[in-house]
């Protein structure tokens, strides 16, 4: 679940709600009952745990197939 960042457009109060997204926004300031605004934050990092990642599986492996072979026969022809 996401945390959203909110402004109350009369006090300047900022807080911030964890809430599902399919949640309703809220609509007052728990300051001064105002009605406050929803800011777009750059959110937290995405973690990958695991294996199975580029990052953590593939980054120092060589690739073993060559792709840029044009596909012919390797005997010389």
């Given amino acids: 679940m ?3 960042v ?3 457009t009369k006090c300047g109060h ?3 709600k964890f809430q599902s997204m399919a949640a309703e926004p809220v609509k007052t300031c728990p ?5 406050v605004e929803r800011l ?3 959110g937290a990092g995405l973690i990958f745990k695991g294996p ?3 990052a953590t ?3 120092g492996k060589k690739n073993t197939g060559d792709k840029s072979d044009s596909g012919g ?3 010389g022809e």
């Fill in 2 to 4: 996401p945390t959203y």
């Fill in 6 to 8: 909110y402004r109350c």
């Fill in 14 to 16: 900022r807080f911030e």
């Fill in 31 to 35: 300051e001064c009952g105002a009605p």
């Fill in 40 to 42: 777009i934050g750059s």
């Fill in 52 to 54: 199975g990642f580029y």
């Fill in 57 to 59: 599986d593939y980054a």
């Fill in 73 to 75: 026969s390797s005997d």
